[in-house]
């Protein structure tokens, strides 16, 4: 491994953040991020306090040779940046709202919870995911779907602005009128163009949403996803869902309660009136009687209550593909595949998406499969070193049985292991791929943020 005693205590001298290396009593802790399946071993870690730290972190690397790996919060880091340099922006959390105009300015290391404090008040939604624990710069990056996506789109679809370090060292602003063609290729491209210290993007007006799960036993699974094929049909763009099978493996950490049984949950969000929303839930409970019903009104700033996302680190390992359909082939393949005894995953996820999403122009940013009708995760927590390649194995057959009725797409913020090299071109319309790559190529043509989506530059 590379060492930098005396550089270290050069860099420390030049930034006001953290200059971390190998031999540092905190290194351990701080190299490692949300995911812990992702272990990776940095020569050197910069924990920055500034913007002009970032600008500093980039300019040493170029002179030392380094590739640059980024990391907001916990997520971030896509293979392990060993022998190189790690900047970690968890630091930079500033939360700045223009009620006014409706936007928010939030710095790179800010989490989609710190956001929803300082907004809500105002009556104002931000277009996080499913958990507000999870860094708002490299969930939005990738695309970012939520639980408001079908009325207002994914939140790429909502930066206004966007303040980055490139390659060459330089902070720069990125909009509609300032480098635009780095503004589009951002929007999407996860971080393979630059350092991201801090995202303007659009608030919309919804101070309340009918939401929750219904959670059904695991024999229903089958009947249940048809169920749900056919009722999101006739959805309005107010309503977002999804619907899970959860097989609970028979491990110590979860209650005794859960060990070993399946569930079906299906998760939904309404943006119009509790009394329309509660209507296209009652469907589901006209058709069976849930176990558990949680829906109910509630102020968005409680809209990570319907997913209960787990907030502390933990290994895991996921993959997910798209459908333009679902036929009942389809479902009875992802039936049997995530209820199977022998099967070592935990969850599998319907997101509906279509509406806003499909909405929007093909070529607004670098986000593709816009006209994709459901994402669709398979993965879950490894208890165990040998789990991820028990995870590995079966997700690849799960997805070769799937394999006639898939669209080919794939999601970034869903990608993890080898496919972030392998399929990130799935994410894109061959057109805005061939765009990025030359992007690449004038924004970084040595390649220095190589730890993100994979693409290959044109040079």
């Known amino acids: 491994m590379m060492a930098y005693p005396e550089t270290k205590v050069e860099a420390q001298q030049h930034v006001t953040g953290q200059v971390i290396t190998p031999a540092d009593t905190d290194y351990e802790q701080i190299r490692r991020g949300w995911n812990l399946a992702l272990d990776q071993y940095p020569a050197l870690i ?68 710190q956001v929803l404090a300082q907004v809500t008040p105002h009556g104002l939604a931000p277009l996080l995911g499913s958990s507000p624990y999870v860094g708002v710069t490299g969930y939005t990056l990738g695309g970012g779907i939520g639980w408001l996506a079908r009325k207002y789109g994914l939140a790429a679809d909502s930066v206004r602005r966007i303040e980055v370090v490139t390659a060459d060292g330089v902070l720069r602003q ?18 393979n163009f630059g350092v991201v210290t801090a995202l303007e993007f659009g608030l919309y007006p919804v101070p309340t949403i009918y ?19 056919d009722w999101v049909k006739t959805a309005p763009d107010e309503l977002t869902s999804s619907i899970a099978i959860i097989k609970f493996p028979n491990a110590p ?3 005794e309660a859960l060990r070993g049984k399946i569930q079906v949950i299906l998760r939904a969000a309404y943006t119009g009136s509790a009394a329309d929303g509660q209507a296209y839930i009652q469907k589901w409970v006209d058709w069976r009687e849930p176990l558990t019903n949680t829906f109910h009104e ?54 509906h998406a279509g509406g806003a999403i499909a909405r929007v122009a093909a070529d607004a940013n670098a986000i593709g499969n816009r006209d ?11 208890f165990t070193p040998e789990a991820k390649t028990a995870s590995i194995a079966y997700i690849r057959q799960f997805k070769a049985d799937l394999k006639p009725y898939l669209r ?18 799935d994410a894109y319309r ?9 992007l690449k190529a004038k924004y970084d043509p040595d390649n220095r943020f190589r730890y993100s989506y994979q693409l290959v530059t044109s040079a």
């Open 372 to 382: 994709a009708s459901f994402y669709f995760q398979i993965g879950g927590p490894l």
């Open 430 to 438: 061959p057109e805005s791929y061939q765009r990025l790559r030359a």
């Open 298 to 351: 509630m102020p968005f700033a409680e809209i990570g209550t319907i997913s209960n996302d787990p907030v502390d680190p933990a290994a895991g390992y996921g993959s997910n593909e798209m459908f333009n359909e679902l036929s009942d082939a389809a479902i009875a393949t992802i039936v049997r595949r995530a209820t199977d005894p022998a099967s070592p995953l935990v969850m599998a996820e319907l997101r």
């Open 174 to 191: 990125a909009s509609a009128t300032e480098n635009s063609d780095l503004f589009w290729g951002l929007r999407g491209g996860g971080g």
């Open 46 to 113: 910069l924990v920055a306090a500034t913007a002009q730290d970032v600008v500093t972190g980039v300019r040493f690397a170029n002179q030392q040779g380094l590739g640059i790996a980024i990391r907001a919060t916990g997520h971030g880091v896509q293979y392990p940046a060993d022998d190189n340099l790690l900047i970690v922006t968890s630091r930079l959390t500033g939360v700045e709202v223009d009620v006014k105009n409706r936007t928010v300015r939030v710095e790179a290391g800010a989490k989609w919870q």
């Open 211 to 229: 939401g929750g799960n219904l959670i059904y036993s695991g024999e229903n699974a089958l009947d249940g996803l048809r169920f749900y094929r």
């Open 408 to 425: 080919g797409g794939v999601y970034l913020n869903f990608m993890s292991g080898d496919e972030v090299t392998s399929r990130t071109q």
């Open 253 to 255: 950490q979860l209650p």
